[in-house]
């Protein structure tokens, strides 16, 4: 079935556009029969573990996360692993008042009076941080932006960037290098002072701490590698100063990073400190992004899964390639299927329906492989998306959930939330290869394909129907067989979870109303619980013979399932 993406009032033309575009289409030839894919789950063969890599998430905006809505998603997200989720948001040391825009926020952490010197205000980033910390919810902390103050180039400071129009750049007297590079360092030193007196030594240590965002690109930084490398240590030795035991790293470039990329590693593993002056500067974790390019074609969305799983594999090469660095754990610390939350279009309209979901399933099994093949600490794959506070419904930016309902693609990570303990061999007839995935995307066939873990007592295994074209396609008829279970299991019973057109689906709900600007409170209450994480069917017995079971079902396109077998 297609999906259809309601945009914001402010984009009615775009709209329409796309309506007649898809209107104009000639009717898509597919067949409606099932197609078989086996599924084979062996049990006893391990494979590595199954980190809870999906367990970072960010945003532009910060001053969300207290607002009504970003409060009630923080606190969903802190349930899925309680005070073992992080999260990320650029701005947060912005100059301003603390009322959010797209691509915008700030906290007014740092002025200064009349002779320069530095008056410091933690009021709004500790209500920020506050925040976090009650909904199980901690600090992925981005050490930036330049507080006008302290920004060698500091007018025009506040950007007028806004989707669909306008200025088109993000990029303003925020993105410059600082005046003084020793206030830059103590700014850091005084934030994380403040929170280790505010939250504890024991606390804070568990957080993370790096440096700006996308220094390699003009819209992020404007200075040159040296300056960054230099604004780097500067920050680092800030955070040192104040907690030793603290975790610090970087640099989340923008993609792999390439030479610029080089350079940083190179720098951190053996260069001089700009700080200290000797060889190195103390890197506990190592960070880059990768993102999928979406398209618009033949009257409907096409994403790129490809770009982001070739970007992934670069970044990991670049940092297995530096021995001091191979080892350390990785954050890709934005992880999506494109590369700007806050935009809205056509080659967008995936992002309230089950692609998104579907994707992200197909993609998250991916990094696992990608990260073994290459040696490397995968720790973490941070998914940029959050909310944006009292929108129109399903208006169409890349979110987790609109006007505190869940979107199909949040259940996903609830479903992640169910695995852990060691990832075991799983193969299926219906997989599209890695390789193949990675040079061409899933433009053919579609991608049926599964991830397993195995903890005491308990077996699960996601299951995906994936594809890069946003066109209907016939179910998989998908025989699921288990061996090698441990030999003391006779019993066992399933639960099976869904995410589809009619599961764990607030989108359709919505559509299904006529897709109401101002839904009414049973409306409303109806669109929040079809936004949960739903079961297919009722739990059901599983008979264990030799350690061996088969369960069988169906899938449609773009659905994800979880099933759950424990005994």
Known sequence: MKRYLALSFSFIACVAAVTAARAAEPALATSTTPFPVGIHVNASQDVGEMK??????????????????????????????????????????NTG??????????????????????????????RIVDTYRAHGVRPYMEIGFMPEAMSSHPEPYHHEWRPGGGTGSISSGWAYPPKDYAKWGEL???????????????EVEQWYWEVWNEANGAGYWHG?????????????????????????GGPDVAGAGGKFMQDFLAHVARGKNYVTGEAGTKTDFVSFHAKGSPGFVDGHVRLGIANQLRTADAGFALI????????????????????????????????????????????FARKYVLADRRGVNLAGALTWSFE?????????????????????????????SKMGGRRVATTSTGEVPLDAIMKDGVRGAPDVAAISSLEPHKLAIMVWHYHDDDVPGPDAAVELALDHLPAEVANAHVTHYRIDETHSNSFTIWK??????????????????????????????????????????????????LLVLEW
């Not at 079809?530 to 396109?557: C, M, S, Y």
């Open 52 to 93: 809870p890599i999906w367990k970072f998430f960010g945003a532009d905006e910060p001053n969300y996360a207290y607002m009504k809505d970003g409060k009630k998603l923080l606190g969903e997200l802190g349930q899925l692993r309680s005070d073992d989720m992080f999260f990320r948001a650029h701005n947060m040391l």
């Open 97 to 126: 008042d603390g009322t959010p825009a797209y691509k915008w926020g700030s906290t007014n952490v740092y002025t200064e009076d009349t002779a320069g010197r530095p008056i410091y205000d933690w009021t709004i980033v500790d």
């Open 188 to 202: 850091a030193y005084q934030w994380t002072k403040h929170c280790v007196e505010r939250y504890g030594r024991a």
């Open 224 to 248: 040159t590698v040296e300056e960054f490398c230099k604004l780097h240590d500067y920050a680092v030795a800030g955070v040192l100063r104040a907690l030793p035991t603290a975790r610090v």
């Open 320 to 363: 297995a390639a530096v021995p001091e660095l191979k080892d350390k754990p990785i954050v890709i610390g934005e992880s999506d299927p494109d590369g700007c939350a806050a935009c809205q279009g056509p080659q967008l309209g995936y992002r309230n329906t089950t692609m998104f979901s579907s994707y992200q399933a197909a993609v």
């Open 388 to 416: 944006f506070e009292d929108q129109p419904f399903f208006a169409g930016q890349r979110t987790m959930a609109n006007n505190g309902i869940d979107l199909p693609v949040f259940n996903v990570f609830r479903m992640f």
């Open 512 to 561: 299904k109303f006529g897709s109401p600007t101002s839904p009414n409170e049973a409306q409303y209450a109806q669109m929040e619980k079809a936004g949960h994480l739903a079961q297919l069917d009722d739990p059901a017995p599983v008979k264990i013979e030799n350690g061996a079971a088969t369960l069988k079902f169906a899938l449609p396109r773009q659905a994800v399932s």
